[in-house]
């Protein structure tokens, strides 16, 4: 199950004398293709819907010239924030997954499979129902807690002279067995009204995302995304295993909690907005590597990717079975959970 | 897993030592029974149970042990038996030690049906779901297994816990959004889905017993064919038993035994999971032992996790599906950290 190593079919781009940039053509073509399609997508969630507005309407709208009260609340209070809270969302999730899948060198190793999306709504829900649905800013503190506490305990638990990609699974199934019993538990523990709102919440959704919530996101992202970057060469490192990358002089315990905490970080502040949003985390990198023709796991790519899917299903799960509004992380669990099935069986395939 | 051992396994003492567990798990099964008589949101002392139980007098503690207790803990009996031998079954029939309904996705195919029979058909009532349920269970099982193969090995074991973690996934998400689709369903679905033997009408445990009893009989009467299935294909072939034939019996047998429980209590998860295993550790990997253990360790699991529910969180209950998945899933995780350790080596 462990990738192959990357192959280095990359080109580097010297800009200044002493400074090398090495990228892989194939990787901007995927950028600029997933920029294509979110433009597209963005284009497609503002004109349509329950309250139509003519493109140009919308472009009014946007550059402060409308007058029509309904449009600017429509376009600027309801639709442009959830545009740019799936973007940062599916941004943060895949870049969470791709530097999860890179560190365990395993596909399958992504926030929501071993179990950190399970404890962040664990933190998430002690919040909603014991404190009642008070605080917003509460909210992104108990995914935070829950999350990391989480992921401390799998990390302990599976840590045995380093972190082994399948025990780190394993041991993460297990503890998300566990949270998952909590979780159910505190739903019946609440009133009917407020089961209902925290199962909504647990099913991971976009609904009625505002402003106060995408700026807090955006903050995060303006710190985590470089820092990612910054440690994204450690990462292609340790892909090659942690012997080679150790003997390459890489300190590797200190490169993978680094990684880590920035993984968890993005996956937490996307949990706290969106609720815990399915499979995209572990998708993204998938597809970005896919169609990257990369060979180990690509960051931006992934990001782009993530952000682009989050998108589309987004889209998908608004206009589906308009008016009803599926949440978007059932919506993208029901395909993801497909994909993964269809990813398991094509590689046990192949390894038979 | 290992087959059956051959020295020790046979001698006359130690099959003493087993009858004896076998009558112990008697005992404790018949004490756990009137405790759940016993225990409950009213108290009633131990004798006027007994007289309540031996000379009913249409009193109000009569009523309460007879209309209430008694059919929650026949169900609970029946749950029981039906998870613990359908987890044994599983193990056995793939000879992988993480094989369980809740972690193959089998409850959540089971969910799935149920949901589709309760939203699309209006189906409210036990004996209308109980088929559904059934076709559930029947369906994900032979999909998992499909999936992961059947080499016994511990890649595959690991591929089995995938790929039901896969199922689980999608048709869980499916089954959320027709819940949320269709809000009616979710009111009763919400407590159906944790696992409860709470609230259940009384009926229910007399529907259900026939077809735990049927599925029982049949693993009776596969039995000792088992522990050829146990030692490999090839080996149990040229012991002269008929796989492919064993092998269906056995996925029916999952199918009412599992399907069964399910539809009457909704997915109580690790109970399948746990009782085999420590039914292993009692006595050895002989499947004409484990059967019969199991067959009292689920009912004892069962009703033991039901009692601690109801008292541990006054004045309300803890569902009994979770009380057995806070026991559970430690012992998930202790299987996974040993087996892990073992295929590092």
Not at chain 2, 181 to 201: A, E, I, K, M, P
Request: proline content about 5%.
């Amino acid at each position: 199950m462990t990738e192959a190593s990357p192959k280095l079919n990359r080109t580097t781009w010297r800009p200044l004398p002493g400074v090398a940039l090495p990228y892989q053509p194939r990787s901007l073509w995927l950028l600029a293709i997933s920029l294509i399609a979110i433009t597209a997508l963005v284009i497609a969630t503002l004109l349509t819907g329950e309250f139509t507005l003519s493109p140009s309407g919308v472009w009014q709208t946007l550059t402060g010239q409308q007058d029509d009260s309904l449009a600017n609340l429509v376009v600027l209070e309801l639709r442009l924030p959830r545009i740019l809270a799936c973007l940062l969302v599916g941004l943060a999730l895949g870049l969470s997954g791709a530097i999860f899948q890179g560190m365990a060198r395993n596909p399958l190793a992504s926030p929501d499979v071993v179990g950190f999306t399970t404890g962040a709504a664990t933190g998430v829900l002690v919040l909603l129902l014991v404190e009642g649905f008070a605080v917003t800013a509460s909210l992104s503190v108990g995914a935070m807690v829950g999350g990391f506490g989480t992921a401390l305990i799998v990390y302990l638990l599976a840590m045995r002279r380093g972190v082994h990609g399948q025990r780190l699974i394993l041991v993460g199934i297990a503890i998300g067995a566990m949270l998952a019993a909590i979780n159910s538990y505190l739903i019946t523990r609440a009133e009917l009204e407020s089961a209902q709102a925290a199962r909504i919440w647990m099913h991971g959704s976009l609904n009625g995302v505002s402003w106060p919530q995408v700026l807090p996101l955006l903050l995060w992202s303006l710190i985590l995304v470089p820092a990612a970057m910054a440690l994204s060469r450690r990462l292609g490192l340790l892909e090659f295993g942690d012997d080679i990358a150790a003997g390459l002089g890489l300190p590797v315990n200190r490169s993978k909690t680094q990684l880590i905490v920035v993984s968890i970080t993005l996956a937490a502040a996307a949990i706290s907005v969106g609720g815990p949003i399915g499979f995209v985390a572990l998708a993204a990198p998938q597809l970005a590597r896919k169609l990257a023709g990369t060979g180990g796991i690509a960051l931006l790519p992934s990001a782009a990717v993530g952000a682009t899917l989050l998108l589309a299903a987004d889209l998908l799960a608004q206009r589906l079975l308009a008016p009803f509004q599926i949440p978007v992380g059932l919506l993208t669990g029901a395909l993801g959970g497909a994909y993964l099935l269809f990813l398991l069986s094509r590689e046990w395939r192949r390894v038979d | 897993m290992t087959a059956p051992s051959t020295s020790s396994s046979h001698g006359p003492s130690s099959r003493l030592r087993r009858s004896a567990g076998l009558f112990a798990l008697v005992a404790l099964l018949a004490l756990l029974v009137l405790c759940s008589i016993g225990v409950g949101a009213r108290p009633i002392s131990i004798d006027i149970v007994w007289r309540a139980l031996v000379a009913p007098d249409g009193g109000r503690d009569a009523i309460i042990v007879w209309q209430l207790r008694m059919p929650r803990t026949l169900l609970g009996i029946l749950v029981g038996v039906g998870l613990g031998l359908s987890g044994a079954m599983m193990q056995a029939l793939t000879r992988n030690p993480l094989a369980a309904p809740g972690l193959l996705g089998i409850n959540a195919g089971a969910a799935f049906f149920v949901v589709i029979a309760i939203s699309v058909f209006g189906i409210t009532n036990f004996s209308g779901y109980v088929w559904f349920s059934m076709a559930g269970c029947a369906a994900t099982a032979a999909l998992v297994y499909r999936l992961s193969g059947n080499t016994g090995s511990s890649v595959q074991q690991v591929r089995l816990i995938l790929a039901g973690a896969a199922i689980s996934a999608c048709l869980g998400a499916a089954t959320g959004i027709i819940t949320l689709y269709n809000s009616q369903t979710f009111d009763s679905y919400r407590f159906w889905v944790v696992g409860s033997l709470q609230n259940r009408v009384p009926e229910v445990a007399f529907q259900v017993l026939p077809i735990i009893l049927l599925g029982a009989g049949m693993v009776v009467a596969l039995g000792g064919r088992l522990n050829a299935l146990a030692l490999g294909d090839d080996v149990g072939r040229a012991l002269g038993v008929r796989i492919t034939q064993v092998r269906a019996l056995s996925m029916v047998a999952i199918t009412l035994l599992c399907g069964g429980s399910t539809a009457a209590a909704g997915p109580v998860g690790f109970v399948g999971l746990m009782v085999p295993h420590a039914v292993r550790m009692i006595v050895g990997p002989d499947w004409r032992w484990i059967l019969p253990y199991s067959v009292l360790a689920g009912p004892i699991v069962v009703l033991a996790s039901d009692i601690v529910g109801r008292i541990i969180a006054p004045p309300g209950e803890l569902e009994v599906g979770i009380v057995t998945a806070f026991v559970g899933a430690p012992v998930l995780l202790f299987l996974v950290l040993r087996k892990t350790q073992a295929s590092q080596r």
